[in-house]
């Protein structure tokens, strides 16, 4: 017989293959059962050449063969065969050899036999790593004293998940000690055999949340002698024909050769014992890289949460950005990175199969992954309650080999954090909710600025809620300028950050509207007042015209901006403040004026950087000014991290907003057209914009941006009441054409046009003759507005031939 393992698929025949010489062979390492039967194993097989084993090889997949099947390859016997290639094929192992079954039947496999076989051949290469590690030649793999290759001591196992019910056969009842006729067919009873500590791993694997899921386990037993034993679990979870997980077949096997260390043992003790203690999601990350760190000799240790297909990182040591790849720290808007799973495809298809990936040396990754582990990389998903609730990243830049023992050791120990993250959440809601409130408020990517490049550092408090008031925002505006905000709600709490967000919403909206900075900071004002709240807040508004580079600047009792002029010291703006929002209704912000060259940086901040209960402010705005000066403002994003660097223990939220000014390197051209109230008013604003056009060296597309402009001003015309105004921009390879009329009314396309309408197809025509289009309100009014892309052309020469306009 082959052994109890394969007994229930029916195999007579096992043998285990493993490269020899330079590794275009496979030899004969190991064989159990009928060796005399009617199907011959032979000693070797050439991977070049024309058999089961070498095509399965080949294709990294198995490959199943009836009676039929194995005439092609010039043998005629009475059996099948199945030949299973041992690592290899996903990029993660090299090839380690292959699994050849035989079966004396001619029928070939079922789907039950073919899934088994596929799990125990996982188990046949946990085994074959496990030889590599322990031999001094790994190109030569042979069983070690005292280890067979082949798995033979375990069984299979059933599990319908609608039940609960499980189906085990004597041989896995055997291992865990288990006399079968006591056993009850649950769960529970299984579980009960475990290291407590392993417990919260098992129960993920048999409470799958996705069909076709595949799981692998090391986990500890405790024999009723008292005994402790290692067993290896990997299992596949079946789909029924609704498509949800209907039935979970396994196989568990004797796994000794993964028995850990003392030091790996007394490492698991040490992180189970410190993860008891962690109470906040922070404190769990800590735990972990304090753990994993310096005992594994990584270079590099994140853990981040999984929300939704985001990455929320909660932890990074070392955390200096320059420490991470680029994909990293271009997310880098708060304390730690936000990035998408979509970004990285690997690391998504890790998490999807949920068990630890192990990647070496030379492994193809993206480069967001390569980065953080050139030598070596571990990737941890962190089970509980039967799904992934985030994971665990751990890297080498020099070469590290992965033994089969660690591959164990991480397993267990992402089993561990995935339950303290759980239980983390459990013990702080509040601080969750608080801190996914702030994370919605603050604005997620920053936009690219034509002339200038912004960044933006937030990083919450480390005393009480951890959430606070502090805000930033960066607004496009119409014409060329961009409105830079930074504020600070006062207090530390949701209800800061609920208003805080309320303002950086009003304040947006006013801006949008068209109104100049005073306004709009007046505005806001207001809207603080009428609230029913006791909080006040402090803001500074710079509107900077991207072409000129004239800035006009609005505080209302925050901090001035600082400015680093190119070459030159940093200096503090001198700027008029008025009082903070919300403490008087009819309070006045008066405007300031600043000229700014290009490569000027403009620096925006909140007082939890320059200020606390051990910092004046004055020191605080001279290490800022400082750090300025020193820095090279064409890596902004380095500029806001050294900025933060030193803020590791914080009694306030911190903001920062950098701009760096570079200036427009094409001028943009306008002009404009007030539109009389005519019978013939469209034939005249066509006229301009024909004149405007040619004056620019625009020809080929004069007709496309007419046809724009007629319908444009017919709208405003027919569908508004007073003052309506064309306006032309030429910004390079674009053309804008914008209509503001008086009415806040966003025109309305047409969903369906009748064949006999005489209307309703103006705006459909500027949505197919258009790059974009749209409506934004403008203070009393709208304008609508119409982007054409234009063929490359020589720029034009003076702007005063656009010629007049009325």
């Known amino acids: 017989m082959t052994g109890q393992i394969f007994a229930s698929c029916g195999v007579e025949l096992a043998a285990v293959y493993v490269p020899a010489g330079s590794g275009g062979e496979l030899r004969l390492a190991e064989t159990a059962g009928d060796t005399h039967g009617p199907y011959g194993i032979p000693p070797a097989y050439d991977l070049g050449g024309r058999s089961p084993v070498a095509d399965a090889c080949r294709t990294g997949r198995p490959l199943w063969l009836s009676a039929q099947d194995l005439v092609p390859y010039g043998l005629d016997s009475p059996v099948s065969v199945g030949a299973l290639p041992l690592g290899g094929g996903d990029g993660e192992r090299a090839l ?107 129960m993920s694997v048999v409470e799958p949340d996705r069909p076709d899921a595949h799981q692998q386990l090391a986990f500890r037993i405790r024999r009723p002698g008292g005994e402790l034993r290692w067993l290896g679990l990997r299992s596949r979870v079946l789909a029924g024909a609704d498509g949800r997980p209907e039935r979970m077949l396994g196989v568990v096997g004797d796994a000794s050769y993964l028995r850990p260390t003392p030091d790996e043992v007394s490492l698991v003790q040490r992180l189970s014992t410190a993860l008891a203690a962690a109470t906040t999601i922070r404190d769990v990350s800590r735990v972990v890289v304090e753990s994993l760190r310096e005992p594994l000799h990584a270079d590099r240790v994140a853990v981040a949460e999984l929300e939704g297909d985001r990455l929320v990182v909660t932890l990074l040591d070392p955390p200096e950005p320059d420490a991470w790849p680029e994909v990293w720290r271009s997310e880098w808007r708060s304390e ?87 239980r983390a959440h459990a013990l702080d809601a509040g601080h969750e909710l608080a801190t996914m409130l702030q994370r919605s408020l603050l604005p997620r990517k920053l936009p690219a600025l034509p002339g200038g490049t912004a960044v933006a550092r937030y990083l919450p408090a480390t005393v009480g809620l951890e959430v606070g008031g502090d805000w930033y925002d960066v607004i496009p505006l119409s014409d060329g300028h961009v409105a830079l905000v930074i504020g600070d709600v ?16 009003a304040i947006r909206a006013y801006a949008v509207e068209g109104h100049p900075p005073d306004v709009v900071v007046a505005h806001a004002n207001r809207l603080l007042v009428g609230m029913e709240t006791d909080l006040f807040a402090t803001c500074c508004y710079v509107d900077l015209d991207m072409e000129e580079g004239i800035a006009l600047l609005v505080r209302a009792g925050h901090l001035p901006p600082l400015l680093r002029p190119p070459g030159g010291a940093t200096e503090e703006t001198e700027v008029e403040g008025g009082p903070p929002l919300g403490v008087m209704a009819d309070a006045e912000f008066p405007m300031t004026e600043v000229g700014l060259a290009p490569g000027t940086v403009v620096a925006l901040l909140t007082d939890g950087l320059v200020e606390s209960s051990t910092l004046r402010l004055e020191d605080g705005l001279r290490g800022v000014r400082a750090v300025l000066d020193a820095a090279d403002p064409a ?104 209509v503001n009329d008086a009415s806040p009314r966003a025109p309305v396309k047409s969903a369906s046009v009748d064949w006999e309408a005489t209307g309703g197809r103006g705006l459909l025509l500027v949505e197919a003759l258009s790059t974009s289009w749209g409506s934004v309100p403008l203070s009393g009014g709208k304008q609508v507005w119409s982007e054409l892309a234009l063929s490359p052309r020589e720029p034009p020469g003076d702007p005063a031939a656009a010629g007049p306009g009325r």
Not at 119 to 125: G, I, N, V
Not at 161 to 171: F, H, I, K, P
Not at 363 to 370: I, K, S, V
Request: hydrophobic residues 45%.
């Open 490 to 505: 006062q207090g530390h709490s949701a209800g800061a950050a609920t208003i805080m967000g309320q303002m950086r919403t």
């Open 336 to 422: 730690w990175p936000d990035a998408s799973c979509h970004s990285l495809p690997t690391l998504e298809g890790a998490l999807r199969e949920g068990h630890v990936a192990l990647w070496p040396r030379g492994t193809e990754l993206e480069p967001g992954l390569a980065g953080i582990g050139p030598g070596g990389l571990a990737v941890l998903p962190l089970p509980a309650d039967g799904r992934m609730v985030g994971v665990c990243l751990v890297g080498w830049d020099g070469e590290h080999r992965f033994g089969p023992e660690e591959r164990s050791l991480l397993t267990a120990t992402a089993g561990l954090v995935g339950q303290a993250l759980m």
């Open 96 to 202: 380690l050899g292959c699994l050849v079954v035989v079966r004396k039947a001619e029928d070939g496999f079922d789907a039950v036999q073919r899934a088994l076989l596929e799990l125990y051949a996982d188990q046949t290469a946990a085994g074959l790593e496990a030889a590599a590690a322990r031999v001094a030649a790994p190109a030569e793999i042979g069983a070690p004293a005292g280890h067979a290759l082949l798995p033979m001591r375990g069984g299979t196992f059933a599990l319908t998940l609608s039940t609960g019910r499980m189906e085990v056969d004597a041989q896995v009842l055997a291992l865990l000690g288990i006399p079968p006729g006591t056993f009850d067919g649950q769960v529970s009873t299984l579980l009960a055999c475990a290291v407590p500590d392993d417990v919260p791993a098992l």
């Open 635 to 738: 890596d902004l994003g380095r500029v806001a991290d050294e900025l933060v660097a030193g803020t590791r223990r914080r009694d306030d939220d911190v903001a920062v907003l950098l701009l760096r000014y570079d200036g427009m390197r094409v001028r943009p051209v306008r002009a404009r057209w007030a539109v009389w109230r005519l019978p013939d008013a469209v034939m005249h604003a066509r006229r301009f914009t024909a004149r405007t056009l040619r004056g620019w060296g625009v020809e080929e597309e004069v007709d496309m941006a007419l046809l724009v402009v007629s319908e444009l001003v017919t709208n405003a015309i027919a569908h508004t009441r007073g003052e309506v105004r064309l306006d032309l921009t030429l910004a390079g390879d674009r053309l804008r054409v914008a």
